[in-house]
């Protein structure tokens, strides 16, 4: 007969290595789908300075690590496979996966949010020549030269603030006529003379020559006016996705694509829990996420032991 798990957690960032932790260590018998690596979108993260414990912050591959390995010290069971479809409807609960199905009695979905493309014309062919979705991951390649990136929120605004130290020139390509980003990077930013904005607007064409980015046409968003501006590189950071699209029609999804649930991790499933960005709520953090991982935990015992949907 199949092997049928206490919990199946789906997905290997901090809200799931954090779920993969409690599980084990309460003794229930769970496993851990990762896709790629431990980590998650964390591990492509250069430096942490918002972790508690780490008085001199950490990088997100380190953290990453020593996430994996603190729930794999109570003998988690971790399998890099990626799931493609799920069935919530039995008490039983599948997941489809290339190395075949798994099933649990109890699911946690912790699979993250992926950042968001610009949707232009040879935008994947040019990822990775000169196309960047991670600033403290690739900007090193990026000393002396001048780079543009797009976005205005936190992320944005801590990737030009970093590029801002390591390349000649910095562009910002916002579609507003201010930072959405918190004040703390506002006045750094502002002061960076190599850093130049350029408000309202967006960019509209990726220019490149021998499969190589070359240079960006940003248009203003009121006037409608094209300027090319040259560069070696341009970092994209327009916000995140959830990692859903498996999901559709399954469980209830907001708007954006983000699993709808509370503090309490629970979703309209019964023994189905969504923790970390995944889910829908005011702040996504690796400290949040990690929080969603042990509640999550809390309420698939509760359901395990019988007590259903309790508050």
């Given at each position: 007969m199949k092997h049928v798990y206490d919990i199946l957690i789906i997905g290997g960032g901090p809200a799931g290595y954090t779920a993969a932790l409690y599980a084990a260590r309460a003794g229930f018998d769970?496993?851990?789908l990762e896709k790629t690596a431990a980590g998650g979108q964390?591990?492509?993260?250069?430096?942490?300075?918002?972790?508690?414990?780490?008085?001199?912050?950490?990088?997100?591959?380190?953290?990453?690590?020593?996430?994996?390995?603190?729930?794999?010290?109570?003998?988690?069971?971790?399998?890099?496979?990626?799931?493609?479809?799920?069935?919530?409807s039995g008490e039983i609960k599948k997941a489809e996966t290339a190395k075949g199905d798994f099933q649990a009695k109890s699911v946690i979905i912790s699979t993250g949010a992926n950042p968001r493309k610009l949707g232009l014309l040879g935008e994947r062919e040019l990822t990775g020549r000169g196309i960047h979705y991670c600033a403290h991951c690739d900007g090193r390649f990026y000393k002396d030269k001048t780079v543009v990136v797009v976005g205005g929120g936190n992320s944005a605004a801590s990737a030009a603030l970093y590029l801002s130290r390591l390349a000649r020139k910095v562009y910002v390509v916002h579609r507003r006529d201010t930072l959405r980003a918190t004040k703390v990077y506002h006045d750094p930013l502002l002061k960076a003379e190599n850093v130049e904005f350029f408000w309202n607007s967006t960019v509209s064409e990726l220019v490149a020559d021998d499969d190589k980015l070359t240079g960006v046409r940003v248009r203003d968003v009121h006037t409608g006016k094209i300027k090319t501006l040259a560069c070696d590189g341009i970092f994209v950071s327009i916000g995140r996705k959830p990692a859903t699209e498996f999901l559709t029609d399954v469980i209830d999804l907001d708007p954006l694509g983000y699993i709808i649930a509370g503090e309490s991790t629970r979703t309209n499933i019964e023994g189905v829990y969504a923790a970390g960005d995944v889910r829908t709520k005011p702040l996504r953090q690796i400290v949040t996420a990690v929080s969603d991982g042990a509640v999550a935990v809390h309420y698939a015992e509760a359901y395990l032991a019988g007590e259903g949907q309790t508050l």
């Open positions: 769970a496993v851990l964390m591990v492509l993260t250069g430096e942490i300075d918002n972790y508690p414990g780490f008085e001199k912050g950490i990088d997100g591959f380190t953290l990453s690590r020593k996430m994996q390995q603190s729930a794999e010290r109570f003998d988690i069971k971790t399998e890099y496979t990626e799931v493609t479809a799920v069935d919530f």
